[in-house]
């Protein structure tokens, strides 16, 4: 956490990709600060820096220039291995396309971030992973593999594995992209109810009608934050 109560703390952030054609800068100069407990949703066109920008907060990538302060982690200057343990630990990713691992059963996916951090006693797990499954509506659906559910199933289950630690900070990238709209609705109402608990959610949606309902939107475009 960072003096001023913020979780999340970006200064002068650039990142530049390296292609055959040449560099393209997705960020430039972004400062960001997001405090614990806060939710808010990031839009933009596609190609904007929004996926990017989240990826930054993550660890998943690095800036080419600038710091990246999250959950008391210098992420900019920390090492793969130190930031996969810290991720495990106090970030849970959502992604739009759920990424359960297919040969696992949904209880285990749920248990793989508590096994992989050693977080909890071994004995314990399974039933943290039930009790997450139950709060998503899944407790009968724990033994079966992913293949088995349905879309707006799989991604209550990836939110679980996201809970699996107790991560102060939610990334969400497109959580409702790849579902219809009543599925989304019911998806979005259990991110709702992990706001209400405290957590510190930061959204990226194409839809405009779920962005206005948190009480923060940030818009990126063309590489830069507008509030």
């Not at 393209?24 to 990031?42: M, N, P």
């Not at 759920?98 to 050693?118: A, R």
């Not at 219809?180 to 609705?185: V, Y």
Request: charged fraction near 20%; proline fraction near 4%; include cysteine.
């Amino acid at each position: 956490m960072e003096s001023n109560g913020s979780i999340v703390s970006l200064r002068e952030v650039t990142k530049a990709f390296h292609t055959d054609a040449g560099d393209v800068t997705v960020l430039r100069h972004v400062s960001l600060q997001v405090k614990s407990g806060e939710a808010l949703a990031i839009v933009g066109p596609s190609g904007s820096g929004k996926s990017t920008l989240l990826n930054m907060i993550a660890g998943i990538d690095r800036p080419t220039s600038g710091e990246v302060h999250v959950a008391g982690q210098a992420v900019h200057a920390s090492s793969e291995n130190q930031l996969a343990r810290w991720r495990g630990r106090n970030v849970g990713v959502i992604f739009q396309f759920f990424q359960l691992l297919p040969t696992l059963s949904v209880i285990e996916n749920v248990m793989l971030p508590m096994d992989f951090c050693n977080v909890y006693r071994p004995r314990e797990r399974r039933s943290r992973a039930f009790k997450l499954l139950e709060q998503m509506g899944l407790a009968g659906h724990a033994d079966k593999l992913p293949s088995a559910l349905s879309g707006g199933e799989q991604q209550r289950a990836a939110i679980a594995r996201a809970l699996a630690n107790d991560p102060p900070l939610l990334l969400a990238d497109e959580p409702t992209g790849n579902l219809d709209s009543k599925t989304a609705e019911s998806v979005f109402a259990l991110l709702e109810q992990m706001i209400g608990a405290g957590k510190t959610l930061l959204m990226v949606t194409h839809d405009r009608s779920l962005a206005a309902r948190l009480p923060r939107i940030i818009q990126v475009l063309d590489g830069q934050l507008l509030q």
